[in-house]
């Protein structure tokens, strides 16, 4: 009783190995990549290439909703098609559509964010920039040469 115990253990203990070293798809590789430079974000260029990057993942979710929307239609029209699996199609394409919309909203929104984010930082680079503008003039007119005249002469 007690190898038969240990063998189950030792089967199970080898499998959840091999799932945990299980290769990635490109999708999930993706999305972790996109995680990953979301939370390392910090620059004005950073949240731009993430909103643009989140909006094309958008427009692909939004692309493959119409396409499920397409083959949902034709399961209902043509249902006698494909007899007792019909059921079965619409629902698989029913929940995939509703995924697909979800995934394009929860992209959107965080396109929303980024650029909100980006345009944020871009008021504080160019107030800044500004500011040291003006700090280098009002520099540059208090001066003072080596006769004592003030300008920018030196």
């Given at each position: 009783?007690?190898?038969?115990?240990?063998?189950?253990?030792?089967?199970?203990?080898?499998?959840?190995?091999?799932?945990?070293?299980?290769?990635?798809?490109?999708?999930?590789?993706?999305?972790?990549?996109?995680?990953?430079?979301?939370?390392?974000?910090?620059?004005?260029?950073?949240?731009?290439?993430?909103?643009?990057?989140?909006?094309?993942?958008?427009?692909?979710?939004?692309?493959?909703?119409?396409?499920?929307?397409?083959?949902?239609?034709?399961?209902?029209?043509?249902?006698?098609?494909?007899?007792?699996?019909?059921?079965d199609?619409?629902?698989?394409?029913?929940?995939?559509?509703r995924?697909?919309?979800?995934?394009?909203?929860?992209?959107?929104?965080?396109?929303?964010?980024?650029?909100?984010?980006a345009?944020?930082?871009?008021?504080?680079?160019?107030?800044?920039?500004?500011?040291?503008?003006?700090?280098?003039a009002?520099?540059?007119?208090?001066?003072?040469?080596?006769?004592?005249?003030?300008?920018?002469?030196?």
């Amino acid at each position: 009783m007690k190898t038969r115990l240990g063998k189950h253990i030792a089967v199970l203990s080898m499998l959840g190995l091999l799932a945990s070293c299980a290769q990635m798809s490109p999708f999930e590789v993706e999305n972790a990549a996109t995680l990953r430079a979301a939370q390392n974000a910090s620059t004005y260029g950073d949240h731009d290439s993430l909103a643009k990057r989140y909006e094309n993942a958008a427009k692909e979710m939004r692309a493959k909703a119409e396409e499920q929307n397409k083959l949902l239609e034709h399961y209902e029209d043509k249902s006698y098609l494909y007899g007792r699996r019909a059921q079965d199609l619409q629902a698989h394409t029913s929940a995939l559509l509703r995924r697909y919309r979800q995934f394009a909203e929860e992209n959107i929104k965080q396109a929303t964010y980024h650029q909100k984010m980006a345009s944020e930082l871009g008021q504080v680079n160019r107030a800044a920039q500004g500011s040291s503008r003006e700090n280098k003039a009002s520099a540059g007119t208090d001066r003072k040469d080596f006769n004592g005249s003030s300008g920018n002469a030196l």
